[in-house]
Every structure is written in C-alpha cells, then in structure tokens.
C-alpha cells in the first residue's frame, strides 16, 4: 500500500515538473501607464522562479485584480515569461451635469466607484448609475433620470459624464395601517416618522417618500410594539403605490401577534460571583410580574443589575438576557457571568469630519487601561447616540500588541444639526407667531445655540440660549440664556419690560434622577398711566435682581414619548441674593399615566406653585402667578383669580389639577381627529396687600372636550368647556379654538 501511495506523488510530481520551466527573462508588452516594476510587484513575478500553469494563471488573476488592465495574457516560451496587457484608459475627470447643488454633487463622486485618475472600466458603469439613482431615491426623487456619457480624449484617456434630471421629489399622499386590530391607526400615525404632505408641512423632510423613511417607519412601529407586550410583532410589509399626480401612497401590514405579559423573572448568578449581592433584585422582579412585557422594562432590569455591580465594584462581569415564551407569557431569566479579562489598549475614533473628537470621548465610561467589558461598551456608544448628533455610531473590537490587549475602533457618521422652526397660532384671545433658528452642533462642539422670537399684539420677546451638555465630561451640564420681553398693555395702563440673563448646570445625580442649579439676573421697567389700578401705580419704577435656582427632576415614565405608564414629578425653588423686592419662588408638579387598555391612556397631573416677598416686600406683578389655558380650560388666560378694580393682578398662590383621557371610538379615524376629555380644578389667591383687592378663594373647575383636528388648513384645536364652578369676576369662555404648527 505504501509503495502504491509512494508512485502516485511520484507521478504527480513529475507531471507537474514537465509543464513547468524557470523564468530566466520577463517580457511586458503593452503597457502605458503602468510601470514594469508595478506589474512584478502586483503580478508577485520573480526572475529565476519555477513556473508552473498554475502559477501563470495566479499572475493573470492577480494583474485582472487591480482593476489596471482590460485584458492579460501570459505565456512561457523557452524560459521568458511574456506578459501581454491591454491598460484600462484611465478617467481624466468626472463631470456631473443638471445638479446645481454642490452637496449632491460631491456625494455622488464620493459614491460611486469610478472616480477620477482610475481606471474607466465599462462594466462598472451601468452599477453605478443604480447608485446615483438609489441616492436620488433617498432624497426623495424617485424619479431621478441619470444618463452617463464617455468622451474619448485619446487612446489612454476618457471623460466621465453623468448626465441628471433629479425631477421631483415624490411626496407622500397617505398613509394607511392593515392588520391592526389592537391599535388604532391615529395612534399608529403618531409613532411612525412618515407625514402625509400638507401645504403646512413645506418645511418637512418627513413629507417625502423614500426606501430609508419606510425602513425607519418599520423599525418604529415594531419597536412601539414591542414596548407594549407585543412580542412576535412583524411588519410584514410596506406598499407604495404611486399615484397618476406622482405621489405615493404607503400601506403598512401588520401582525400584531400575542399580547404578552411577564410571567417570573430569575437571576441565574455564576458561581466567582456572591449570590447574596443580587438578593435585593427578587423583590424588585415581584413588582413587573403580571404587567405588559416590554423591552423598556427588561432595560431598566438591566440597569438595576448594573447598579449592583459598580456598588460592589465587580470586574470584567457580563451579562445576557433569556426570554421563554409559555403561551401568552414570558419568563425572563437574567445571566450574571464572568468575561474575558481584557484590558483597553487604545480607542480610536473616524468619521467625525465635523465633530470634535473630545465631544465623542466625553460620552465614554470607559478609557485607556480600565477593564473591558461589553456592559461598559454598549453603554458608551448609547451615550454617543443620545447626543442626537449623529446618524450612526458603530464599532468593532480587535487583538492590540499583546494577549489581553484590545483596541476598539469606533466609527461615526454625522448629520446635518440645523433647525428652522417657525409656528403660529389663532385662537379666541389673540393670535401668536414664534420663529426659531438652533443649531445642536455648534461648531462640532456638541453644544447648541438656538435664538426664538415670539410676538403677539401686546407683547414681543426674543431669546438666546446656548448649552454645553457635557462641559465638564462627567454628565454635567451648562447653559446660558438671554432675554428680552416688551409689553404695552393701554387697556390696563402700563407698559413695562424685562431683561434678564441666566446661567444653568444640570446632572443626574442618580438614575432618573436630575438636579439642576442656576443664577438668574434681571432688570425690570415697570410704567403705568392715569387709566391704570392703584395697585399697579405702586410698582411703578424700575427693579433689579440676582436670584438662585435649584430644581429636582424625577422620570419613571415608561418612555418619555406617548407615555403608557409611570411618572414625572418636579420641584423647583428660587431664592433672593441680591433684589430691590425680594422674594421666595416655589413650583412643584406631577404627571401619572396609566394605560386603561390599548387604545387609551389616562393621565392626572397636580402643579401647585408660591411666590412670596420676604420682609416688608411685595411681589412684583411680573413676578406674580397666573393660570395657562392649559391649566385651566374655559377661563381666559390670566383672567382668573384677585382683582383690583377691573383688573386681575395675579397672586401668590396657584393650584391646578387636570385628569384627561382620550376617547378613541368617539370620532372615525378617517377624519383623521381625536378627541380627548378633560377635568380641571384650579386657583390663584393671595396678595400681598389687600385694601383695595377683591380676591374670591373659591375653587374653579371645568369640563369639557378638546377635539385635535389635522385639517386640510393645518392642525387645529378645539376646546368646548363649561364651567362647573367660578367667581363673579373671572372672565370665561366655553369655546376656544387655535391653529398652528410647527415646521
């Protein structure tokens, strides 16, 4: 057997050794613009080297692979290794014609493969007009026209021409849901990113229909989904049917599955690792059984495991997620397990052309030297995302110098940062008009610069803000705030304004909860006229002050988009150093949800807020509290509460409680409005002097319905109320209505 084994490599071998010669010369014919030396190194060709046919077909797929020839032959002929090309004519330049936008343009060049001082290879072509059009096509312009043309300058050397007629962008007409039993199609309208075109709308890039806004949209919808037990939720399907007028009519089909609840969760513990130290979780898993399984909910699991395991500063611990479906529940099952002990070499960051690096490192909890573990990294890039900065953010792990050594190489692609903003609104006690302009990355800082403009027929007022969310890398935050505001008010006889200057920072002093510190400024002109009340003419003149702030934020709502449950509860408090009237400011509220069934949501919210002078001072009447419409529906803004003479004044004191739910089944969806009921209690009492004040502690309170209509003419709502209780010196009004946007 041995011996048989033996003959057959014998034999092969001596095959091999007759088709095979040593190359004692190299000849290249055919050749322009590449070098000889080029086609060796590219070619891998050696002088004095056996060659075999296999090698010679080695040399030819190696020179097809820089994409340098069009055509290679290679042959052994008495010891020469003759290697015949034919070059590719290379691109002289690229010209794009019918785009006048130079952005455009420079993406383009940027994406397709063809680029100039290349190689002009014609099978490329016909790709890269897909290309060009798949660009269009997520601008919007799904009809974009792209011809491309060569223009031979001479035997080595052509000119690229792409040819363009983007058309016009196709906008999207409707937007419709099939297979949504539980949801209704209003609420689903809300979730998703694409809006149906509405002359309101000019300033919406969310109006056009292209491939990338439906993907998001499905990712949208499968995720809202999800986050109220909807487990094996998929969107089958996305149909866009473009109308005889050029616009496009998506469908959406969905199937929405079981609804599944959270039937026991358990922590699964490896053995290096005190079981005792996650005892605590058992009693937080009892609160989440028999509720709505959600991945917001599994999330915030996940932190609480986390918090354990900085507190007792565990190293290199990983951890993962089981999900066991037993019919219409789910066990989840946490694993708290050892990883790799690997050390963080080095951090690279790309992408950012606009964003400094310090603003991209300034979200990391983790850096050079400290232990590697997926928790802390997964955590870092979510930090990145929720600058809201950047489109994507991505990474990938590899081998550093040595064992245990890693380098982790994060990528960034940016986008644009800039809004225009521009609203107004009409309504039964006057009309208002805001404009805006901010950009959320000035100057690749990572900072925001926003300057607003409200103006109504009494009052205009303009502001600047700027704001460092993360200015000194620790989370903490810094802001600064200009304000001017002008009032003439002649049938209450004075006019006076307001300018004032602010300084913030704000941190999370603990998970869902926010501490926010500030100093504010300001100067007051205060100015009346014989037509104006007693109590009016003693604040005439004008104030300064220098006050601090401090506030607390606490967020246990499940998502702070479209809430289905939890809270958010605030406490604010101002305090004097330097006033010509000092006073005490206090402002506390909270808001709970509580989802009844798919469709419905409730929700009850408490303000209650003081102002009051310290000493002998009084309160200054810009200072003073007043009631919103929101807060109190059927009441005219500012014109409930103590009266002097005719004229309400505003009070130390202010109380509101709202409940409000929506009806889902009261209106048809396609009348494309949802209507909502409301029950108000609310109050402002207390002055500081009472000679001459007539001030009702009568408790207010309404009812009524509130109907959001997105009409043909643009969003409007309408607020039907009827008092239930009142003071017969307030100013009410059972019907209200405004409209507006914004862009």
Not at 282 to 295: F, L, V
Not at 577 to 588: E, Q, W
């Amino acid at each position: 057997m041995k011996k048989y084994i033996l003959s057959i490599i014998i034999f092969i071998s001596l095959v091999t050794n007759l088709n095979s010669e040593i190359v004692e010369k190299i000849s290249i014919n055919g050749n322009n613009r590449i070098s000889e030396e080029t086609i060796k190194v590219y070619g891998d060709i050696e002088i004095k080297k056996n060659y075999s046919e296999k090698d010679l077909n080695k040399i030819i797929n190696n020179l097809y692979s820089t994409d340098f020839f069009e055509d290679v032959k290679v042959k052994l002929s008495n010891n020469i290794l003759i290697i015949d090309v034919k070059e590719y004519p290379f691109i002289n330049q690229v010209i794009i014609t019918g785009e006048k936008k130079k952005a455009y343009e420079d993406q383009i060049k940027k994406l397709i493969k063809l680029k100039e001082k290349k190689s002009y290879i014609k099978s490329f072509l016909l790709n890269d007009e897909q290309l060009i059009k798949k660009l269009y096509s997520t601008l919007g312009y799904n009809s974009a026209q792209v011809v491309s043309k060569i223009n031979v300058i001479d035997e080595r050397s052509v000119d690229l021409l792409f040819e363009i007629n983007r058309g016009e962008k196709t906008k999207i007409a409707s937007v419709k849901f099939i297979g949504n039993n539980y949801i209704r199609s209003k609420r689903l309208s809300d979730v998703i990113a694409s809006e149906e075109d509405k002359f309101w709308k000019f300033l919406s890039r969310n109006t056009n229909f292209s491939e990338s806004i439906v993907s998001l949209d499905k990712r949208l919808l499968t995720n809202y989904y999800k986050s109220i037990g909807f487990y094996n939720v998929k969107v089958n399907s996305s149909v866009a049917e473009i109308s005889q007028s050029g616009d496009a009519e998506l469908t959406y089909s969905i199937d929405e599955g079981t609804r599944y609840t959270i039937n026991k969760i358990s922590t699964n513990v490896d053995k290096v690792f005190d079981k005792d130290i996650f005892f605590e979780l058992n009693e937080i898993y009892k609160s989440y059984a028999g509720q709505y399984y959600s991945p917001f909910k599994v999330k915030k699991l996940l932190d609480e495991i986390d918090i354990l395991i900085d507190k007792n500063d565990l190293q290199f611990v990983e951890h993962n997620v089981q999900e066991i479906i037993e019919q219409d529940s789910i066990n989840i099952i946490f694993n708290i397990y050892e990883g790799e002990k690997n050390i963080i070499e080095r951090i690279n960051i790309t992408g950012n052309n606009t964003t400094n690096e310090s603003v991209i490192r300034g979200e990391l909890i983790l850096d050079e030297g400290d232990p590697l573990t997926k928790i802390n990294l997964e955590k870092s890039i979510a930090n990145i995302n929720s600058r809201g900065i950047l489109k994507n953010v991505s990474y990938k792990v590899s081998e550093g110098s040595q064992q245990n050594l890693k380098i982790i190489d994060i990528n960034v692609e940016e986008q644009s940062t800039g809004e225009i903003s521009a609203g107004a609104g009409i309504g039964t006690s006057g009309g208002t008009l805001v404009l805006g302009v901010k950009e959320n990355n000035w100057l690749g800082e990572g900072k925001s610069l926003a300057f607003d403009l409200e103006l109504d027929e009494e009052s205009l007022a303009g502001f600047i803000r700027y704001k460092n969310p993360n200015y000194d890398f620790l989370g903490n935050s810094i802001g600064y705030s200009l304000s001017s505001e002008k009032n003439d008010k002649p049938n209450q006889g004075y006019e006076n304004s307001v300018i004032s200057l602010g300084i913030n920072t704000g941190f999370e002093q603990y998970r869902d909860l926010r501490v926010s510190l500030g100093l504010g400024a300001s100067h007051d002109d205060l100015k009346t006229d014989d037509t104006a009340s007693a109590s009016l003419k003693k604040q005439e003149g004008t104030f300064s002050e220098l006050a601090a702030n401090y506030g607390i934020n606490y967020d246990l709502r499940d998502r702070s988009f479209m809430p289905t449950s939890g809270s958010i509860t605030s406490f604010s408090q101002t305090l004097p150093l330097y006033a010509d009237k000092k006073f005490i400011g206090n402002t506390f509220s909270s808001s709970h949800y509580k989802a009844l069934n798919e469709n419905l949501v409730g929700s009850a919210k408490i303000y209650l807020s003081t102002i009051n002078g310290i000493g002998e001072d009084n309160v200054r009447l810009s200072k003073r509290k007043y009631l919103s419409e929101k807060k109190l529906r059927g009441f005219e803004r500012g014109k409930v509460g103590p009266v002097d003479g005719t004229d309400h004044i505003g009070g130390n004191y202010a109380a509101a409680l709202n409940f409000e739910t929506s009806l889902p089944n009261l209106i048809p969806e396609d009348y494309n409005a949802e209507a909502v009921i409301f029950l108000d209690f609310a109050n402002i009492w207390g002055v500081d002097y009472s000679e001459t004040i007539d001030e009702s502690s009568k408790l207010r309170s309404s009812a009524g319905l509130n109907i959001n209509w997105l009409s043909p003419i643009g969003p409007i709502a309408f607020s039907f109320a009827q008092n239930i209780t009142k003071a017969s010196t307030d100013v009410t009004q059972s019907f209200s209505f405004n409209l507006g946007t914004t862009f």
